[in-house]
C-alpha cells in the first residue's frame, strides 16, 4: 500500500483546505482510511476515517462540523475538507490505512473517542504540514 497526502499549506484563522490522499495498491471500496496529525511533543491524533464498503464516517470531537472525510473510489482518492481552521488545527497531517481487518473495525472507534493511535497498526503516507495563523 502506497499513500501520499498533499494540499497542505499556510492559512490564516477561519479559512479553508482541503487536503488529497492519493491512495495506490488497495482498492477503497475494501479498506478504510484515515486521516491523522501530529504537532511536535506530541502523540499522533486521529481525526477523521471512512470505512470500506458502507462508507460510515467517523470524526474526532476537535473536529466535527468543521471538517469533512469524502472519498472517490473511482480515482481511488481520500479527501479533507477543512473548514474554520483554528491556530490549534497546525500539525502535519497524515492519511493511513489499517495493516489488519481487526484495526479496520477498531478505527472509527479510535478516532470519534479519542483513543490511542498506534503507528504499528497502520500504513502511513508522507504527511503535509497545515499551518493556521492566528
Known amino acids: 500500500v502506497q499513500l501520499q497526502a498533499s494540499g497542505g499549506g499556510l492559512v490564516q484563522a477561519g479559512g479553508s483546505l482541503n487536503l488529497s490522499c492519493a491512495v495506490s495498491g488497495v482498492a477503497l471500496d475494501y479498506y478504510p482510511v484515515g486521516w491523522f496529525r501530529r504537532t511536535p511533543g506530541m502523540e499522533r491524533e486521529g481525526v477523521a476515517c471512512?470505512?470500506?464498503?458502507?462508507?460510515?464516517?467517523y470524526h474526532s470531537k476537535s473536529v466535527e462540523g468543521r471538517f469533512t472525510i469524502s472519498r472517490d473510489s473511482t480515482k481511488n482518492m481520500v479527501y479533507l475538507q477543512m473548514n474554520n481552521l483554528k491556530p490549534e488545527d497546525t500539525a502535519v497531517y497524515y492519511c493511513?490505512?489499517?495493516?489488519?481487518?481487526?484495526?479496520?473495525?477498531?478505527?472509527?472507534?479510535?478516532?470519534?473517542?479519542?483513543?490511542?493511535?498506534?503507528?504499528?497498526?497502520?500504513?502511513w503516507g508522507q504527511g503535509t504540514l497545515v499551518t493556521v495563523s492566528s
Open positions: 493511513a490505512t489499517p495493516r489488519n481487518s481487526d484495526t479496520g473495525v477498531a478505527m472509527g472507534m479510535m478516532i470519534s473517542r479519542g483513543l490511542p493511535i498506534y503507528d504499528r497498526l497502520f500504513d
Open positions: 471512512i470505512s470500506s464498503n458502507r462508507g460510515l464516517i
